[in-house]
């Protein structure tokens, strides 16, 4: 026989319980068999359902313990947000979600009531994730690896070994060449610059029309030109578009430190490396790009996710790791926006925080994102098939 709802099996229990406690011992056996076939439980459970202290029935339908605090509709908001910060973590999500939901009601683009945007501001890092628990999809793609050692000059350009550089002020930046070759090395393919401030978190990436060195060198020159810091010391792999005599001769007729990870060791370069994945490669992937017209398409997208990147989403710094046997712990800094960041950094002037900020209060995220998708539907056309 098939076993009845809940709600039913509770109304069966109650009608049973008073005459089940007046019955007979034999009598009681006869009611515990009729109400075990009907609701489908065991006969020391219904024992104990009888035990119970008799309960009105509710008029509609009943839920044990608290009320939730988030709703339906703070859950579909949360989802909204989630989706507009490029799906972040959760501890990236609520560091973010002021600066976000500020801008959206600047903009008039909430249509969330104000109860939600306050439950959303409260939210914790915790929470969000848990709510967001079975929206997320687990993507895991491997690329492959371009990188060609170059030899001239490896004597010159020392290893960073941490202890040339002040990694408390914002000017250090690693710098990775990220190819956009699909399966496939052979011939001519679009590679992206990235350059990220070991500080603050500050991402620039420019798309090339190869690893040539002369369009890798106008491309450094070119972020150069965007920073809103001094350029102070830069480090990259040993790479043949790096390691080479004009970018050498640049870095120290301009007084910028140059240096070099180890070879085969990309922990060197983990802050670049990072954003290789965040920044690049869930936003471009991994197909194949070739000619001036993907290059000119991908540095306009690039304008914009550089806006995107810096003013409104979280970066999280390590500050230790400490190991006990097989177990490591790790620390992070509270997560900031590299725009955040660069507005607690003493070392930038006044100046610059003011435009940074008149910069910032004149984004509107939904139009860079929106105005960013219509980018990539073009871009994604002009991919080859590997």
Not at 133 to 150: C, D, L, Q, V, Y
Request: aromatic fraction near 8%; glycine fraction near 6%; proline fraction near 3%.
């Amino acid at each position: 026989m098939a076993k009845l709802e809940m709600e039913t099996r509770r109304k069966v229990i109650e009608k049973q319980r008073s005459k089940y406690r007046k019955a007979s011992k034999k009598e009681k056996g006869v009611i515990l068999d009729s109400v075990c076939i009907a609701t489908g439980l065991s006969r020391d459970r219904v024992k104990k359902l009888f035990a119970m202290k008799e309960r009105p029935l509710p008029s509609g339908k009943s839920r044990s313990g608290r009320h939730p605090k988030y709703g339906r509709e703070t859950r579909l908001a949360l989802e909204s947000i989630w989706a507009l910060m490029d799906f972040a973590g959760g501890k990236r999500l609520c560091a973010g979600m002021d600066d976000m939901l500020n801008a959206l009601v600047r903009y008039g683009e909430c249509s969330f009531s104000e109860k939600t945007q306050d439950l959303l501001r409260e939210i914790s890092p915790a929470t969000a994730d848990r709510i967001l628990k079975k929206e997320k999809a687990h993507m895991r793609f491997k690329g492959i690896s371009t990188t060609k050692p170059g030899t001239l000059l490896k004597r010159d350009i020392p290893i960073r070994l941490g202890t040339q550089w002040d990694e408390d002020m914002a000017g250090f930046l690693e710098i990775d060449l990220v190819a956009h070759c699909g399966a496939t090395t052979a011939g001519e393919y679009i590679n992206t610059l990235d350059m990220t401030d070991i500080k603050t978190g500050w991402t620039e990436t420019t798309a090339v029309i190869n690893k040539a060195q002369i369009h890798v060198f106008d491309a450094l020159k070119s972020i150069r030109n965007a920073l809103p810091f001094d350029m102070l010391g830069i480090d990259s792999d040993n790479g043949s578009e790096f390691i080479n005599d004009e970018l050498y001769r640049y870095c120290k007729q301009e007084n910028i430190a140059f240096t070099r990870s180890r070879p085969y060791m990309k922990n060197d370069s983990c802050h670049v490396e990072q954003k290789n994945w965040h920044v690049i490669r869930r936003n471009i992937g991994y197909g194949r790009y070739e000619g001036n017209q993907a290059v000119r398409i991908m540095n306009d997208y690039y304008s914009l996710l550089r806006l995107y990147t810096n003013f409104f989403m979280p970066h999280m710094k390590l500050i230790s790791k400490d190991r006990n046997g097989a177990h490591i712990t790790k620390q992070y800094e509270v997560p900031l926006s590299p725009y955040r960041r660069l507005l607690e950094d003493k070392t930038i002037s006044a100046e610059t925080k003011e435009q940074l900020t008149k910069i910032y209060l004149s984004l509107n995220p939904i139009t860079i994102k929106h105005d960013m998708m219509n980018l990539l539907k073009v871009l994604f056309k002009m991919a080859i098939p590997s």
